[in-house]
């Protein structure tokens, strides 16, 4: 992960405010659940859900509009993990015909327990804002929250077409 700067003048707190107080668009949604792929909460019963999101067509609340003068494509979305969530390690899948960046900018300070591992780098000491680039748009990564706070991060997808 490279670090490019912090840019904490682009998040309003009152977004933080409405995610915390309303339910985003539960990720992966029902229907897509595999029955047998349960993730344990800290309630002691089963949640399926890997994280809340938020993003343009979701929320009329969030305006986001970072400018990308490197790219005139890209996408956002807010991910909400509340404690017990987790993003099992992955791999992003790409639209071939794209030159394509990730970032990753969280919404508040690290706080123990707020997880998220790139490669076999675990990402610590991060500040509200702190801009990240992943090094490699294929990298495993994995998220989650083993904390008593919310976990709020921001993703963005930027692309040229080739």
Same mark, same amino acid.
């Given at each position: 992960?490279?670090?490019?700067?912090?840019?904490?003048?682009?998040?309003?707190?009152?977004?933080?405010?409405?995610?915390?107080?309303?339910?985003?668009?539960? &990720?992966?949604?029902?229907?897509?659940?595999?029955?047998? #792929?349960?993730?344990?909460? &800290?309630?002691?019963?089963?949640?399926?859900?890997?994280?809340?999101?938020?993003?343009?067509?979701?929320?009329?609340?969030?305006?986001? %509009?970072?400018?990308?003068?490197?790219?005139?494509?890209?996408?956002?979305?807010?991910?909400?993990?509340? %404690? /017990? +969530?987790?993003?099992?390690?992955?791999?992003?899948?790409?639209?071939?015909?794209?030159?394509?960046?990730?970032?990753? +900018?969280?919404?508040?300070?690290?706080?123990? /327990?707020?997880?998220?591992?790139?490669?076999?780098?675990?990402? %610590? #000491?991060?500040?509200? /804002?702190?801009?990240?680039?992943?090094?490699?748009?294929?990298?495993?990564?994995?998220? /989650?929250?083993?904390?008593?706070?919310?976990?709020? &991060?921001?993703?963005?997808?930027?692309?040229?077409?080739?």
């Amino acid at each position: 992960m490279k670090y490019l700067g912090n840019y904490c003048d682009w998040i309003n707190d009152e977004w933080i405010d409405i995610i915390n107080s309303q339910p985003g668009k539960r &990720v992966p949604q029902e229907q897509d659940i595999d029955k047998n #792929d349960y993730i344990f909460d &800290v309630n002691n019963s089963f949640n399926h859900v890997y994280y809340e999101q938020y993003d343009s067509e979701y929320s009329d609340n969030i305006k986001l %509009t970072p400018s990308w003068p490197m790219y005139s494509n890209f996408e956002w979305w807010i991910v909400k993990q509340t %404690t /017990g +969530m987790l993003i099992p390690m992955h791999q992003d899948e790409f639209e071939s015909g794209r030159i394509h960046k990730r970032y990753w +900018m969280p919404f508040q300070d690290y706080t123990p /327990g707020h997880i998220f591992l790139y490669e076999d780098k675990l990402i %610590t #000491d991060y500040k509200k /804002g702190d801009l990240f680039e992943f090094d490699d748009n294929l990298a495993v990564h994995y998220s /989650g929250n083993a904390s008593y706070s919310t976990r709020i &991060v921001l993703q963005i997808s930027a692309w040229e077409y080739v």
